[in-house]
C-alpha cells in the first residue's frame, strides 16, 4: 500500500462512519482496511468503479476513498455519475499519478480532498473523519429540513397564513383587519400553527416561517 507510514491511534475509536474504498490494487485496499477499523470505522471495498456503484449507497454518515486511475472508469466519471445521481457523499481522491490540473478538476467538482501517494496515514484519517463529520452534519440538517416541512404542511390555511403575517412582524390587531378576522381567532390560529410546528416561542415560530418565505 502506498501510504508513506501508518500511525497507530492509542485507544480505538468507536464505530462513526462508513468509508467506502474504491481501488483495483488489492494491497492498497487491504491497507486502507487495516487502517479505517483501526479507528472504529467501518470499511467496503471494491476493486472498480462498476462494483461501488451497483452496491448502492446506505443512508448513513459515510465518505468515498476513490482512486483516480481505475479500471473501466476513471474515478473522475465515478465522480460525474455520483453528482447525476444527487449522491453527494463526500469523495477524497487518492492517487500515484495525479498532478495540478487533475486535482483542480476534481475539486472543482465537489471533492473533499486530493492525496497524492505516498501520503501520511495520519493525513488520510483527518481527512476521511472530517469528510464523514460534514456529511453527517448535512444529512442532520436534511433531516431537520423534512421535518419541518411536514409540520408546515400540517397546517391550515388560516393557520399559514396567521403564521406567514406573524413572520412579517405583524400584530394580532393587523393581522385581523387584513385576513378579516377577529383578534381572538388570530391568536388562536398563532397558537395552533406554534403547537404543530412545536415552536418553543414567537421567535422560533418567526425563523421557522422564514425558511418558507425565503
Known sequence: MLLAEHV???EPRTKVGIVFVVDADASC????KELFQS??????LYASGRDFLEDGIP???SCLVLDVRLPETSGLKIQEELARAGIDTPIIFVTGHGDIQMAVRAMKAGAADFLTKPFRSQELLDAVFTAVQQDRGRRHTRQSYS???ERFA???TREREVATWVAAGDLNKQIAAKL?????TVKVHRA???RKMRAKSLADLVRMIAHFNN
Do not use: I, Q, Y
Not at 29 to 32: D, K, L, V
Open 147 to 149: 421535518t419541518l416541512r
Open 154 to 156: 400540517s397546517l391550515s
Open 39 to 44: 479507528v472504529g470505522l467501518e470499511v467496503r
Open 192 to 194: 395552533n400553527a406554534m
Open 8 to 10: 497507530p491511534m492509542k
Open 59 to 61: 443512508d448513513v454518515a
Open 180 to 184: 378579516g378576522l377577529s383578534e381572538v
Open 29 to 32: 485496499r487491504a491497507g486502507f
